[in-house]
């Protein structure tokens, strides 16, 4: 059953994703680009090839493929999303899934972005 949730995450697509923070992150008052600078700095995209992946029916799982490069400090992100601690998350893209999930639901939080981009 774990696994056919996985893989549903999985396919979705990146934009419909995207589009779910943006939505959260607006509501609480933050900004597309606030949204962006966790993005870019998790992935290691640059402003037009993330929106390259915007523009393109990507998978979330052809997303994580595509990533420039990981950063190095994501196993630095910890804490609970979805009421499982990310650090636990056993599935590499299911990890990085929800490391970004944490990251957009710290800016929705208005944690101080020093703390977000954890160095």
Known sequence: MKEMANQKIFQMEFR???????????RKGHSKQELDQ???WFTGHDQESLQQCLNTPITMEEFYQQVPM???NAPLITGVIC????EEISDPLMQKIRYLDKLVDEVAKGKK???ILRH
């Open 16 to 26: 419909e994703i995207y589009s779910a923070y943006l939505k959260k992150v607006e």
């Open 70 to 72: 990981m950063n190095p």
């Open 38 to 40: 966790v993005i870019l």
């Open 113 to 115: 972005m020093e703390n």
């Open 83 to 86: 009421g499982i601690r990310v």
